[in-house]
């Protein structure tokens, strides 16, 4: 199943940013998506402040993972 939220791991690996920017990028994006602490932050939230392609961001995440 393709995943759709993004967890700061995500993020760090996606952008080469550190876990703790990666937290506060998080972190604005589900604030300027107007989601309360706590909730997921989708694909989507995350492109739509960023301005990153969401069809390359999911391929990325749902790459299946190399070995």
């Not at 990028?25 to 739509?48: E, T």
């Amino acid at each position: 199943m393709p995943r759709i939220c993004l967890y700061p791991k995500d993020v760090a690996t996606l952008t080469g940013r550190s876990y703790d920017a990666a937290k506060r990028l998080v972190r604005r994006a589900r604030q300027a998506a107007g989601k309360p602490a706590g909730a997921l932050v989708s694909i989507q939230d995350f492109c739509r402040l960023t301005g990153l392609n969401a069809e390359e961001v999911s391929a990325a995440l749902n790459a299946p993972a190399s070995r």
